[in-house]
């Protein structure tokens, strides 16, 4: 069965202090990897897909990489802005179970205080 | 930049009543998804479309939901009786094709009293 396990489940740092993300996860050929930001009462927004281990993607103070069992979120000299939960799901090539569709983790809640 | 529209915002109703959300995807975008969200938790799928036709319905509880996009564009999810467990974020997502990112709406908060 697909799944995506992500930690941790809250992070608190301060204005300027880097860390990353992690999200694991079992899939049945791997057809990508994406991350979504999600603000309180909002709809989740795209900032990345993985294809690949190996590949890498950066957006300002954010960076994606993908091995073959991992995801990380690198947030480098965060700002309070950059506050919110992040999402990691992963869509599978099978069409058996989850049927090629995105399977979400439970995010990871980060906040950045000043 | 387009956006996926959804309405109500917010929608309290009492159990055993019915509901219905609606959603206007992206221009042009064929695919239309149904998420929920429980606070806490990531979004599952309820359903699946491309274009009029539903592509995936699994996780859809059949007995009191139902979905239909009638013309390809927009889309209407109802709930028929609403029980409390119900109560959650239902998020409208769509893309240009199977394999593209989603792009969310705002969703639909659901209070089932």
């Known amino acids: 069965e697909d799944q995506v396990t992500q930690s941790p489940e809250a992070l608190r740092l301060q204005e300027g202090e880097s860390s990353s993300l992690n999200c694991s996860y079992t899939?049945?050929?791997?057809?990508?990897l994406f991350w979504y930001r999600q603000d309180p009462g909002k709809g989740p927004e795209f900032l990345f897909t993985l294809y690949s281990a190996g590949e890498e993607k950066e957006k300002e103070r954010l960076k994606a990489t993908l091995t073959k069992k991992e995801s990380f979120l690198h947030i480098t000299a965060p700002k309070p802005e950059d506050s919110a939960t992040y999402l990691c799901?992963?869509?599978?090539?099978?069409?058996?179970?989850?049927?090629?569709?995105?399977?979400f983790g439970k995010g990871t809640k980060l906040s950045v205080k000043p | 930049e387009a956006e996926v529209a959804q309405s109500p915002r917010y929608k309290i109703t009492e159990k055993s009543q019915a509901v219905a959300f609606w959603c206007d995807p992206i221009s042009g975008h064929a695919t239309l998804y149904w998420y929920r969200q429980i606070l806490g938790q990531g979004p599952e799928l309820l359903v699946q479309f491309q274009d009029e036709s539903v592509v995936d319905d699994s996780q859809l509880p059949k007995d009191r939901f139902s979905a239909e996009r009638l013309k390809g564009v927009d889309s209407t999810l109802k709930i028929q009786p609403a029980e409390l467990g119900d109560s959650a974020m239902y998020l409208c997502?769509?893309?240009?094709?199977?394999?593209?990112?989603?792009?969310f709406g705002n969703g639909t908060r659901l209070t089932v009293t």
């Open positions: 997502a769509s893309s240009t094709d199977r394999v593209s990112p989603l792009h």
């Open positions: 899939v049945s050929g791997l057809r990508g």
């Open positions: 799901a992963v869509q599978g090539t099978s069409y058996g179970g989850s049927q090629g569709n995105l399977i």
